[in-house]
């Protein structure tokens, strides 16, 4: 066995090849998918807790506050205790409620997320799938999400609650296109749609350095678009507090909340994932053109700590957002989509086409 | 055990549909009851439900002495406890013709403006909390804070004072009361900026609050809406400045006068309304005269029978104080005119035809307090 923290691909290998060798080739696979799903359970969840405290902490620094303190070091296992009290929660039975898609609705949320980070290459090697069509993939799990909103919204029996899942569609259906357009544009720069593939383009340099001014505008709109589909502040109108008072899950309780909680933060995650990925260069390392020493030094860092670096330095961003800027208004949040995003979307990709046809790109 | 109960509805076109905003709703700011028609996200109309906090202060008066009154304003606007206590007092010394001492008459000025800063902060806060900005509470409270330290160091109390009694002061001010007040103007001078960078000048907010929930000069008068509210209307109404009471005919400030009337206006009343209450605090500061903290009073103090009326400008408003007394040493009838439920009252005139994120943020900009509404 050679096990590298740089090059995970001899290890797949190696208990792939372990696996075949002591099993049968059907239970071999259907091992290997416990195993995949298992390990990806336990990320998710970790990501979840970990992002949870850190957007306490973050918040906490920027609002003046100290943030979780108690539990543990730094308060670190707060979240762990939250979602302890979470899980023993009583979960309310609302007596008008659509039973079946109430029950359903935080499934549907929480999969579709799951589904997402299947796509996700972690480090060279290291992701479960890698699909040829990667990103387009990510898009379309992604944005199932909607329909566990919706599903809580209608279900609950409440108007604050339809209201919000109300909102929370029209403000998905809408900012997946920017989201998808300003992938586009960066597909057109990569000449693929495959993840390992992009993040094998950036080599050289992150595409967002790479792909000269068309990039740097499709990252903005990006971040924009994503915050809006994650349903995170400035753009949280389907839970908006002060008007809403929880938006779509006002009925939801224990468990099934946290499932709702959990899907935020992780589709917050994945966005940001996606953001490092096509834009930062994904686990590959920072490197500067001629400077070979630097390079090298950078080459030291293993992938998994790249990537992990760029993600949240981009959920960084997210919550730098949410924590300063007020709420926008529905209309506003469609007319900041649909009169700016797309149109400067739409030349953003005839100008990279451009750029790729004549060249002009490093 | 399914039964659903039909409760009537009367007109009510079909596609229309109520919510009710609290009593137990985040932005409604205590325990007022809004039941909104709505059309999709368009607010159609709205009706105030207030009760819920009513605790009968105007009927409790009729038991109480003068001097015992000045508890229960406490616990009508809260936010500007000082500013109610003034009010009672200076009926009663109106009442009495007590002639109070120069050094209460620029304590109270100072600390009415104090708390009309602190009241102003805490405002902020809620208003930027209204509008998704949750970042500015801890901001505002960060600053309110000082201002009530200082307030808990010369008489102990931080939210409800009843620092005032008819003819002067519970007791002296701390020896370390100017240098703080100083400190603190000093200090805040710099943070109302971070307010501004935050708040103020951000383009959602701008975009949001601009244009939105207008308010005409005529309808602010009829509707008697008054404080800030009324003057981003246009509506010149501020008590301070038309009928002058403690040493505000001594001191040079602006009222704030608007002219746009919406929700931005008025929120940038408030705004400026602080600069001017620091400015008002610092001319007075290093100026207080030495002398008795309070004026000889009578133990039992008894008006002599007819009606008073005293008015102070509250943070939120003008607060009238109507009094009928018969001689004895409990008031006949009491009645408040507070600021609050006549500013609640246009809020349906308002906020017809805006979305419901627009009747949070102009509910934040009328900025009401419930214990007031309802007494």
């Not at chain 1, 409440?158 to 296109?177: D, P, W």
């Not at chain 1, 809006?228 to 507090?241: I, K, S, V, Y």
Request: charged share 20%; proline share 4%; aromatic share 14%.
């Amino acid at each position: 066995m050679n096990f590298s923290l740089y090059d995970f691909t001899s290890f797949n290998q190696w208990i792939d090849k372990f696996l075949n060798d002591n099993l049968p080739a059907f239970w071999a696979v259907a091992a290997e998918m416990v195993i995949i799903g298992v390990a990806i359970l336990l990320f998710y969840a970790l990501v979840g807790l970990f992002l949870v405290y850190a957007e306490r902490k973050v918040c906490a620094f920027m609002q003046n506050r100290v943030g979780p303190n108690r539990v543990g070091p730094f308060g670190f296992f707060q979240t762990i205790a939250d979602f302890i009290k979470l899980m023993l929660k009583e979960l309310i039975y609302i007596k008008n409620a659509d039973q079946l898609l109430f029950n359903l609705a935080p499934f549907i949320v929480i999969i579709a997320s799951f589904m997402a980070i299947a796509a996700i290459p972690f480090a060279k090697g290291l992701h479960a799938i890698d699909f040829d069509i990667g990103i387009l993939y990510v898009i379309a799990v992604s944005s199932l999400g909607v329909v566990g909103i919706l599903l809580a919204g209608w279900s609950s029996n409440n108007k604050y609650s339809l209201i919000g899942a109300m909102r929370s569609g029209a403000q998905i259906v809408s900012y997946e296109l920017s989201v998808g357009l300003s992938l586009v544009t960066i597909i057109i720069l990569a000449g693929t749609m495959q993840f390992s593939e992009i993040v094998e383009g950036q080599r050289n340099g992150w595409f967002i350095f790479t792909g000269h001014i068309p990039a740097f505008i499709a990252f903005i709109v990006f971040l924009i678009a994503s915050t809006a589909e994650t349903n995170r502040g400035p753009f949280d109108l389907a839970e908006a507090e002060s008007e809403l008072t929880a938006g779509f899950h006002t009925e939801y309780s224990g468990i099934k909340f946290a499932f709702f909680f959990l899907a935020e933060y992780m589709n917050m995650f994945i966005v940001a994932s996606i953001a490092a990925t096509v834009f930062l260069g994904g686990w590959m390392p920072f490197h500067v053109g001629s400077w070979a020493g630097f390079n090298q030094v950078m080459d030291y860092i293993p992938p998994f700590v790249w990537y992990i670096g760029k993600t949240f330095f981009v959920i960084w961003i997210m919550m730098w957002f949410k924590w300063t800027f007020p709420r926008l208004r529905i209309d506003q949040l469609l007319t900041l989509e649909w009169k700016y995003l797309l149109p400067i979307n739409l030349v953003n990709i005839l100008i990279m086409a451009f750029i790729v046809l004549m060249g002009w790109h490093f | 055990m399914k039964e659903v109960i039909n409760l009537p509805v009367k007109n009510v076109e079909e596609e229309e549909y109520h919510i009710n905003m609290g009593p137990q709703h985040p932005s409604t700011h205590g325990v007022l009851r809004l039941v909104v028609s709505l059309q999709g996200e368009i607010v159609k109309s709205l009706k105030p439900h207030c009760g819920y906090i009513h605790r009968g202060i105007e009927k409790m008066c009729e038991k109480d002495t003068y001097p015992q009154i000045i508890h229960l304003t406490d616990r009508m606007d809260y936010l500007s406890a000082h500013i109610n206590n003034h009010a009672v007092c200076l009926l009663v010394e109106n009442a009495l013709e007590v002639e109070v001492p120069e050094r209460v008459k620029y304590i109270r000025t100072i600390i009415d403006e104090l708390n009309r800063i602190a009241s102003h902060q805490l405002w902020w806060c809620s208003f930027g909390m209204d509008m998704g900005g949750l970042t500015c509470y801890f901001y505002g409270l960060r600053d309110r804070e000082k201002i009530l330290d200082i307030f808990e160091e010369s008489f102990g109390s931080r939210l409800l004072h009843s620092y005032y009694t008819p003819g002067g002061l519970m007791m002296d001010i701390h020896p370390d009361f100017q240098k703080n007040v100083k400190a603190f103007i000093k200090y805040f001078r710099k943070k109302i900026k971070d307010y501004d960078e935050l708040l103020t000048g951000n383009v959602i907010m701008q975009l949001r609050s601009k244009g939105v929930g207008y308010l005409s000069k005529e309808d602010a008068i009829s509707y008697g809406v008054t404080g800030p509210s009324g003057r981003a209307s246009g509506f010149s109404c501020d008590v301070r400045k038309h009928h002058p009471y403690g040493v505000y005919d001594k001191v040079d400030f602006n009222e704030i006068l608007g002219t746009k009337g919406d929700t931005f206006e008025r929120y940038m009343m408030r705004m400026n309304e602080m600069h001017e209450s620091m400015r008002i605090i610092e001319q007075l500061i290093d100026n207080i005269p030495a002398g008795d903290y309070t004026a000889k009073m009578k133990a039992v103090l008894k008006l002599p029978a007819g009606e008073y009326y005293q008015r102070v400008e509250a943070s939120r408003g003008e607060l009238g104080v109507y009094c009928i007394s018969d001689g004895n040493k409990t008031p006949y009838r009491m009645k408040f005119r507070s600021p609050n439920f006549s500013n609640l009252s246009a809020l349906d005139h308002i906020s017809r035809g805006v979305k419901i994120a627009d009747l949070v943020a102009i509910g934040g900009s009328l900025d009401y307090v419930i214990p007031d509404i309802d007494r």
